[in-house]
């Protein structure tokens, strides 16, 4: 079965600090994998996407992620957290050559900054 | 573009009544899926749509809840009768077929059932 996890319910850190957020998939084939953030109000807009080739993309804002296949992961991070980057992230898994067209959505992470 | 658009952005409604949510994807798109947001449950495929036909509704939680699209540009969400339990925020997101499931998203539409 599909699903998507994101262990950390909410991370607190400070401004210009290093940020990692985790995301583990369980996906029977290729997947494609993404990152949406919602900032209070919003709707989710879309942070970086992974379909395939180097497993380092990078997204807006800054943003990159890395898939590990080995590890089933695809954790965000950023070098350097602006006091903007305030708001839930969502990890999500969808199929990647054939199959259904939803995606799957992790619980969210919010991120606190402090200053 | 000016991306997908839900109206309205706010409804505040007794239960009983029946809500009607709107939505206008991105043009050119040609899928259209309804997610609900829940604190309990997260964010929630309700059902989607290509070129106008519903695909897959098993997310649709009751018979109280239907969809539809009549035209590529326009899809509705009503809830009849509305309770409590079906406050939440309703997204819409567009996809176009092409896009490698990329999907875009509304800014929602904030359901409170009193």
């Known amino acids: 079965a599909q699903s998507v996890t994101q262990p950390d319910i909410h991370i607190t850190v400070s401004e210009g600090a290093s940020l990692e957020l985790r995301c583990n998939y369980s996906?029977?084939?290729?997947?494609?994998l993404f990152w949406y953030v919602q900032s209070p109000g919003q709707g989710l807009q879309l942070l970086l996407k992974y379909f395939s080739g180097d497993t380092l993309v990078q997204g807006i804002k800054g943003f990159e992620a890395e898939f590990k296949r080995s590890q089933s992961s695809f954790n965000l991070r950023k070098p350097s957290v602006h006091w903007s980057d305030a708001a839930e992230y969502f990890c999500a898994v969808g199929p990647g050559l054939t199959g259904a067209n939803n995606l799957f959505f992790g619980t969210g992470t919010r991120l606190t900054v402090i200053p | 573009d000016a991306g997908v658009i839900q109206s309205p952005r706010h409804e505040v409604t007794e239960m009983g009544q029946e809500v009607t949510l709107r939505c206008k994807p991105i043009s050119g798109h040609d899928y259209l899926f309804w997610y609900r947001q829940t604190m309990m449950r997260g964010l929630e495929l309700l059902i989607y749509f290509n070129n106008n036909v519903p695909i897959d509704d098993s997310g649709m939680p009751e018979d109280r809840f239907s969809a539809k699209m009549p035209n590529a540009s326009f899809s509705t969400l009503k809830i009849q009768p509305s309770e409590p339990r079906d406050s939440a925020v309703y997204f819409c997101a567009s996809r176009s077929g092409t896009a490698k499931n990329i999907q875009y998203f509304g800014a929602g539409t904030r359901l409170s059932v009193l």
């Open positions: 996906y029977g084939a290729t997947p494609y």
